[in-house]
């Protein structure tokens, strides 16, 4: 027997195991905190079920958490390298001196909604109702629908109407009971309050493109911090890869979005079609955001929800954008 032969072949198949470990602990590994349960969730099962992370370079591991706060804070102390939130926290978080940058995800927003026969054919006729309004007094949508009615019908929804804020599930309850006389949701829930004979009364976006704004600008993206974009820049443009490549995926693969149908807890194939046309609606052209135009949203959101929405950010500050 050839002990000698055998050592290096085993030699071979030693080193040979070395290496491709080596090579699999060389794959970085991105952490992202998602909402449980959240829509965010269709785009990175997506990638994570197609291999989409691994054919970009890297191992996609996502941290389900309760609610955008505490999202926030694992970012902010490290437990995880991205998460999905709206620039204009970045761009609050740049203006008090913390690099954040902001990669566009989506550019789909809500509406105000309302029962058919209620009586309600415009935002004025919302006097002396109630709304519903998925999330708090300083929520984005809300914001915009108030400065559309004081600017095309001349009143304040706030000081003249009772606001009920609440979330999103518990305002498309109130609304569907009646208990609400409108409502003010994010889209997903108003295509489910759709199926349950709702009807949009007025998109925020045609109310933003009524205030000049640009309803093509993306309002929620992967938020990442400074320091791992200048550190692992190819890490940073594989995640970019792999969520455009799921973006495309579901926007024209129907078997797609048939595989994510059991978490998107449709009731009935009204409100399934009705998620996949929202999804859809609401990806954003690749290439860089309009700047002028998120200048201009900022400056709305700083003079209608001032300090407490946007912090000292009353221009947009240099860097927000990745994609510029």
């Known amino acids: ?18 290496f491709a470990l080596t090579a699999q602990a060389e794959v970085p590994v991105l952490r992202i905190a998602a909402l ?10 997506t990638i994570k079920h197609y291999g989409l992370d691994t054919a970009a370079g890297f191992d996609l591991e996502v941290m389900p958490v309760a609610g955008n706060p505490a999202a926030q ?3 902010q102390g490290g437990a995880v390298d991205a998460i999905v939130t709206d620039w204009f926290w970045v761009a609050r978080m740049r203006a008090e001196g913390q690099d954040y940058r902001f990669l566009p995800y989506s550019k789909a927003v809500g509406g105000l909604m309302v029962k058919p026969g209620a009586g309600i ?7 002396g109702k109630k709304i519903g309004i998925a999330g708090g007094p300083l929520d984005k949508s809300w914001l915009i629908l108030r400065a559309y009615a004081q600017k095309e019908a001349g009143f304040d929804l706030s000081a003249q109407t009772e606001q009920v804020f609440g979330a999103p599930p518990l305002i498309m309850q109130a609304a569907l009971s009646g208990e609400v006389d409108a409502a003010i949701n994010f889209w997903h829930f108003m295509a489910k309050m759709e199926a349950g004979g709702m009807v949009t009364l007025l998109p925020v976006a045609d109310a933003a493109r009524a205030l000049g704004l640009d309803p093509e600008t993306p309002l929620l ?3 990442l911090p400074g320091k791992l974009v200048a550190e692992q820049p190819d890490l940073v443009a594989a995640l970019a890869q792999a969520s455009r490549a799921a973006k495309e995926k579901l926007a024209t693969d129907d ?8 978490q998107m807890k449709a009731k009935d194939d009204a409100q399934y079609q009705a ?13 860089p955001v309009d700047e002028a135009a998120a200048a201009r949203m900022l400056a709305l959101m700083a003079e209608l929800g001032g300090p407490d929405l946007v912090g000292p950010a009353t221009t947009l500050p240099p860097g927000t954008f990745l994609t510029n």
């Not at 027997?1 to 070395?18: E, P, Q, S, T, Y």
């Not at 449980?36 to 099962?45: A, P, S």
């Not at 998620?275 to 290439?287: K, T």
């Open 221 to 223: 993206g992967y938020v």
């Open 275 to 287: 998620l996949v046309a929202g999804y859809r609606a609401g990806i954003p052209a690749p290439g």
């Open 36 to 45: 449980e349960g959240g829509t965010v969730n269709w785009e990175l099962d």
């Open 1 to 18: 027997m050839d002990f000698g032969k055998i050592g290096r072949a085993m030699g071979v198949a030693l080193a040979g195991a070395f």
């Open 121 to 127: 054919s415009s935002i004025a006729d919302l006097k």
């Open 73 to 75: 804070v694992a970012l």
């Open 255 to 262: 078997a797609a979005f048939d595989r994510l149908r059991p």
